[in-house]
């Protein structure tokens, strides 16, 4: 069974204290690992996919890396607007009459919080 | 371009009734999903639909039906609402199943007295 736990639950830093978030994921046969920004009462933002082990992606003050057994996602002097739930998932290839779909399974989240 | 959409936005119905989701892609994908968000668990998927005419249950089905109505429509029932279906609902969509990211509606929060 597909499993992702992120850790920590919640996260609490100052503006321009950089940390990181962690991803620790059990899949059979991954295609992939993404991650997904989420703001109060709206629905998941994509963020970054990572595909294989080693490789990495940035994209403003984050940066998300993969190893074969978890992913980091590293914020850079985060700002208060990057306060939000952060979300993993892994996808593996499932098929559905013949037909290829995105199976994903998503950790439960780390709720960021970045005081000004 | 709208991306993903759904309606209603919020919902509040009595036990045992029924409702339906609606939910609609511009993006010309051809693969759809229903998750449900509870807190502590995560988003969860109920329902797929790998491409148009196909659908097909995922980890929590029981207790919703589903309709691919064309390439840009899936829409998820619910014949007889119960409590612990309190949820919010999140529609889903990508191009092609493996491979290629999701993207996300604004989800539909819907609670069951």
């Known amino acids: 069974e597909d499993q992702v736990t992120q850790s920590p639950e919640a996260l609490r830093l100052q503006e321009g204290e950089s940390s990181s978030l962690n991803c620790s994921y059990t899949?059979?046969?991954?295609?992939?690992l993404f991650w997904y920004r989420q703001d109060p009462g709206k629905g998941p933002e994509f963020l970054f996919t990572?595909?294989?082990a080693g490789e990495e992606k940035e994209k403003e003050r984050l940066k998300a890396t993969l190893t074969k057994k978890e992913s980091f996602l590293h914020i850079t002097a985060p700002k208060p607007e990057d306060s939000a739930t952060y979300l993993c998932?892994?996808?593996?290839?499932?098929?559905?009459?013949?037909?290829?779909?995105?199976?994903?399974?998503f950790g439960q989240g780390t709720i960021l919080t970045v005081h000004p | 371009n709208a991306g993903v959409t759904q309606t209603p936005k919020f919902q509040v119905l009595k036990t045992g009734q029924s409702m339906t989701l609606q939910c609609a892609q511009d993006?010309?994908?051809?693969?759809m999903y229903w998750y449900r968000q509870d807190p502590g668990m995560g988003l969860r998927l109920i329902y797929y639909?790998?491409?148009?005419?196909?659908?097909d249950k995922g980890e929590v089905p029981n207790g919703y039906n589903v309709s691919r109505l064309n390439k840009r429509e899936f829409s998820l029932r619910l014949e007889s609402a119960a409590p612990s279906q309190t949820s919010v609902y999140f529609c889903?969509?990508?191009?092609?199943?493996?491979?290629?990211?999701?993207?996300f509606g604004p989800g539909t929060r819907l609670t069951v007295t």
């Open positions: 993006m010309n994908h051809n693969s």
């Open positions: 639909s790998a491409s148009e005419g196909t659908t």
């Open positions: 899949v059979s046969g991954l295609r992939g």
């Open positions: 998932a892994v996808q593996a290839q499932a098929y559905a009459g013949g037909t290829s779909y995105g199976k994903l399974t």
């Open positions: 889903a969509s990508n191009y092609r199943g493996g491979d290629y990211e999701q993207y």
């Open positions: 990572l595909y294989s």
